[in-house]
């Protein structure tokens, strides 16, 4: 019995030190190139002002164990603008977005921004952050979510 | 010293951040993101991504635009004559710009053809910013560290030879190439960008992204911009046209006179101007014929074509016009007579008249 107890702990133990290993997420900006009248998206390294650049989120379950409700926040990097609709994702999700610096989080028509009768409904450039919210992302698959955004 | 921290803050901020021209080259522009997530009913620990940094790139931008509204009017023997345009950096560093000027590569004003070269050309940069060519003051020859969205003056200053005539056309057309800014003096010219070189994110490559400008020497993407502008010379442009009848003699008097001694002769003067610029300080000298001995009465300057002699019958006819108060000098009696027109207007006809009594 107290072998079994032991073996039990360490197998639990096994489970949790996976869980908590087991998704990773790495960020990577790219940029559209045209050559021969065919586009395609590199990585980002000749970036002036309106270049649109596309920065895409690579979420990996490297574990078994299914992840779930899995959170991306990702603030639009400074000087740079968000491009409306965007914001998008691999598999199911659900995207919000902020304009207080990512305190809260809405869908676009209840965004407003301003005081008083300079208050108004958001452009998507005022957003500050973006939320993209995952349903699940099984063992061992991978998954991305992603948006634009313009240099100013 | 609070309002003074605020300024400053507000000052660094603009230079730092985004403007018209965009944001800075050099500027590190960071991206990373955030997960979390749960496993089963367990929220695990919130993970950070990687940081993405990429550079901001140098995009040289200008754009150079004439700013005479209208062909710049000049006069034959004119000096430091004055064309206008405007440099402004559209891209996202502070650059030098090199200026040069050609000659003959057209202009934007309807209708107006070069005909001629203006002289000891040369291109100046408006220093003490007044948007006017100050002489001796305005005296740099290239565009010294001018920031994004900054814009300059810059003149085009000729001289216009003396034998132009009126509706002369000279062009002029500017151009300016961007240079290596960042240090006070004359940076090197730009002549190509990165666009052959492998990119790099944490690099700040240069981007030639300048539009067509009007010059033949220049394209889009290529670091230069150009204008034309032009010079017209407006001149005055006078006919003179002399013509004779009798007004009297001793024997018919006003009856069919004739040219025999004692008669009185009228000459008229009639000058035309046919240019685009009034004629000033019109004088015509008439030394009077040895067999007239002196001028008689009526020395007189009217303003309106001639008209004191009948086409048909080539007889004295009723003169046209108004006196004009100053009339000439000289006057009756004398041998030399001097008529003073004073100002012809572009298109007027004036005529002077001088009596004299055959000897």
């Known amino acids: 019995m107290k072998k079994l107890l032991t073996v039990s702990a360490i197998a639990l133990a096994m489970m949790t030190m996976t869980a908590q290993a087991e998704v990773t997420i790495s960020s990577q900006s790219y940029q559209k190139v045209v050559k021969k009248k065919k586009a395609k998206w590199v990585k980002?390294?000749?970036?002036?002002?309106?270049?649109?650049?596309?920065?895409?989120?690579?979420?990996?379950?490297?574990?078994?164990?299914?992840?779930?409700?899995?959170?991306?926040?990702?603030?639009?990097?400074?000087?740079?603008?968000?491009?409306?609709?965007?914001?998008?994702?691999?598999?199911?999700?659900?995207?919000?977005?902020?304009?207080d610096g990512g305190k809260t989080f809405d869908k676009p028509k209840k965004l407003f921004v301003g005081k008083g009768k300079k208050r108004h409904r958001a452009k998507a450039s005022e957003y500050t952050t973006i939320m993209w919210v995952v349903d699940k992302l099984k063992g061992g698959k991978k998954t991305v979510v992603e948006y634009k955004a313009r240099l100013q | 010293m609070k309002k003074i921290l605020v300024m400053a803050s507000t000052m660094l901020f603009g230079f730092m951040g985004a403007n018209a021209a965009g944001t800075v080259a050099g500027t590190l522009v960071n991206n990373?993101?955030?997960?979390?997530?749960?496993?089963?009913?367990?929220?695990?620990?919130?993970?950070?991504?990687?940081?993405?940094?990429?550079?901001?790139?140098?995009?040289?931008?200008?754009?150079?635009?004439?700013?005479?509204?209208?062909?710049?009017?000049?006069?034959?023997?004119?000096?430091?004559?004055?064309?206008?345009?405007?440099?402004?950096?559209?891209?996202?560093?502070?650059?030098?710009?090199?200026?040069?000027?050609?000659?003959?590569?057209?202009?934007?004003?309807?209708?107006?053809?070069?005909?001629?070269?203006a002289t000891t050309v040369q291109v100046f940069v408006d220093v003490n910013g007044n948007g006017v060519y100050d002489t001796g003051t305005d005296t740099?020859?290239?565009?010294?560290?001018?920031?994004?969205?900054?814009?300059?003056?810059?003149?085009?200053?000729?001289?216009?030879?003396?034998?132009?005539?009126?509706?002369?056309?000279?062009?002029?057309?500017?151009?300016?190439?961007?240079?290596?800014?960042?240090?006070a003096g004359q940076g090197a010219a730009i002549a190509t960008d990165d666009s052959a070189n492998a990119d790099t994110a944490m690099g700040e490559e240069i981007v030639f992204a300048d539009g067509d400008g009007a010059g033949a020497t220049e394209g889009a993407n290529d670091g230069m911009h150009a204008d034309h502008s032009a010079y017209k010379v407006v001149s005055a442009a006078l006919a003179v046209v002399k013509s004779s009848c009798v007004l009297s003699d001793p024997v018919n008097a006003g009856t069919n006179p004739k040219r025999i001694p004692g008669a009185i002769i009228r000459y008229e003067i009639q000058i035309a101007n046919t240019g685009s610029a009034a004629a000033t300080v019109v004088s015509l000298a008439d030394a009077i014929a040895t067999q007239y001995g002196t001028s008689a009465a009526n020395l007189e300057v009217r303003t309106a074509a001639c008209a004191g002699i009948d086409g048909g019958t080539n007889a004295c006819a009723t003169k046209a016009g108004t006196v004009e108060t100053n009339a000439g000098t000289g006057g009756a009696g004398t041998s030399n007579v001097t008529l003073d027109y004073a100002t012809v207007a572009a298109g007027a006809t004036e005529c002077g008249y001088i009596e004299v009594t055959i000897q």
């Open chain 2, 140 to 183: 740099a020859t290239f565009i010294d560290e001018l920031a994004p969205d900054a814009a300059v003056t810059v003149f085009i200053v000729s001289n216009i030879p003396t034998g132009q005539v009126n509706n002369d056309v000279s062009d002029h057309t500017l151009t300016a190439q961007v240079a290596v800014g960042g240090a």
């Open chain 1, 44 to 99: 980002a390294a000749k970036v002036v002002p309106g270049s649109v650049v596309r920065y895409i989120n690579t979420l990996k379950n490297k574990g078994k164990e299914t992840a779930q409700n899995l959170v991306v926040v990702n603030a639009v990097p400074e000087h740079m603008e968000y491009i409306n609709g965007t914001a998008v994702c691999q598999s199911k999700c659900n995207v919000t977005y902020s304009v």
């Open chain 2, 32 to 117: 990373s993101a955030t997960l979390s997530y749960t496993v089963g009913t367990v929220s695990q620990t919130a993970i950070v991504s990687n940081t993405d940094s990429f550079i901001v790139d140098n995009k040289i931008d200008l754009t150079v635009a004439h700013q005479d509204a209208t062909i710049v009017a000049v006069t034959p023997g004119a000096t430091v004559q004055v064309l206008t345009f405007e440099v402004t950096n559209t891209g996202n560093k502070v650059q030098d710009f090199l200026l040069t000027q050609t000659l003959n590569d057209g202009n934007p004003y309807a209708g107006e053809t070069d005909n001629f070269d």
